[in-house]
DNA sequence: GGTGAATGGTTACAATTGAAACTATTCGAT
DNA sequence: ATCGAATAGTTTCAATTGTAACCATTCACC
C-alpha cells in the first residue's frame, strides 16, 4: 500500500500512456467528420449547398432579417465565412438583402421564395439523417448526449479563452 | 388561424422544426471544432506540429514500423494527408522511414529519437487537456461519454456507406 | 461639426485540404 | 515470362478556408 502517491497522476502505474483511440478529442473529430461528411455530401449533391450555406438557411428560416454578423454568432461561423456563404445563396437567389436604415452598415438577411423552399425541403432530410443517427441510442441516452455534450462545450470554451 | 395540418410531414409527430442549436451534428461540430482549435494551437505553438503531424506521431509511439497505409487506418486520415505529414516529419527529422523488403511500395516508419522526444513531451500535454476537459464531467458521464460516441460512431459509419 | 477609434462587411492572399492523375512495384492469370 | 490489374505512395491542381488588410459607415468625444 503505497503512501506516497507521488503527484498523483493516476497513481501513475501507467499514466501518461497515450491510445489515439480512446483519446477524446481525436474520438470527438473522428465522429464528426463521418457526421458531416455525410450530410454535407448529401446537401451538396441533392441541392447544391455547402454546410456553411445551409447554417445560414437554417438560422435566417428561424429568425428572419438578421444581419450578417448576427448570423455569424448564431452558426458558430466567423464573419467571413458568413460572407462568403452569403454570396453563393444571393447569386443562387436563395437569399434577399437589404440594408438596415439605421445603420448602412448593417445587411439585413432574408430568405427569398426559393431559399425557404430549399429550407423546406433540406431541414426534413436533416432532421431524418439525425433521427437515424440517434437511432443508435436509447431516449435516456439521447438526453445524456445532449447534456454531456452541452457541458464539454461550456467546459471546452472556457478552457479556450484563458 | 390554419384548420388543417398539411400534409403531416411525419407521423410520429416528432417537430420538422429545426433548431440548429439543438441539431445533434452542428452541435458535435462545434464543440469538435473548439476542441480541436485548442488543441492544434497549442501544439504548434509549442512543437510546430500539426495535428495530421501528431496523430502520426502518436501512432507510431505506440506501433513503430507501420506503413504509411497502416498509419492511414490507425489515425482515420487518407493516405494523402499521411503522405503530407510524414513529408514535414521527416524534414524535421522526428521521423525515420525505411522501406520494406520484400514488398519495396511499402514504406517503414518510426520515430527518430527527436521524434520520440517530442512524443514525451506532447502526450502529456494532450493528456492534461483531455483532462481538463474530461473534468467537467463525472466519473460515471466519463465512461457514458465513451459509449455514446462509440455508439454513434459506428452508427454514422454505416449510413455513410450505405 | 471634425477627427480618431470602432464596427459591419468584403476582398486579397496564403496556407490547407481534397480529388484525380501519376509513378513504381507487386500480384494474378495466363 | 508477360501483360493487365491492383496497391503504396506522391504529385498536381483546384477548391476551401484562415488571416490580415481593407472600405464604408457610425460612434465617441472634444
Do not use: C
Amino acid at each position: 500500500m503505497q503512501r506516497k502517491v507521488r503527484h498523483a497522476r493516476r497513481g501513475n502505474g501507467s499514466a501518461d500512456q497515450l491510445h489515439l483511440e480512446h483519446f477524446v478529442p481525436y474520438r470527438l473529430s473522428v465522429l464528426t467528420n463521418i457526421v458531416s461528411m455525410s450530410i454535407a455530401g448529401a446537401y451538396e449533391r441533392e441541392f447544391g449547398l455547402s454546410i456553411p450555406q445551409w447554417r445560414v438557411i437554417a438560422v435566417l428560416a428561424r429568425y428572419p432579417d438578421l444581419s450578417a454578423i448576427e448570423v455569424a454568432e448564431r452558426t458558430a461561423m466567423d464573419k467571413v465565412a458568413v460572407s462568403r456563404a452569403v454570396q453563393g445563396l444571393l447569386a443562387a437567389g436563395r437569399l434577399v438583402r437589404s440594408y438596415d436604415s439605421g445603420d448602412r452598415r448593417r445587411s439585413r438577411l432574408r430568405l427569398s421564395s426559393a431559399g425557404k423552399s430549399v429550407y423546406t425541403r433540406v431541414a426534413p432530410l436533416a432532421l431524418g439523417y439525425e433521427k437515424k443517427l440517434l437511432d443508435a441510442l436509447s431516449p435516456t441516452d439521447r438526453r445524456s448526449l445532449d447534456r454531456l455534450v452541452g457541458r464539454l462545450m461550456e467546459r471546452a470554451k472556457r478552457l479556450a479563452d484563458r
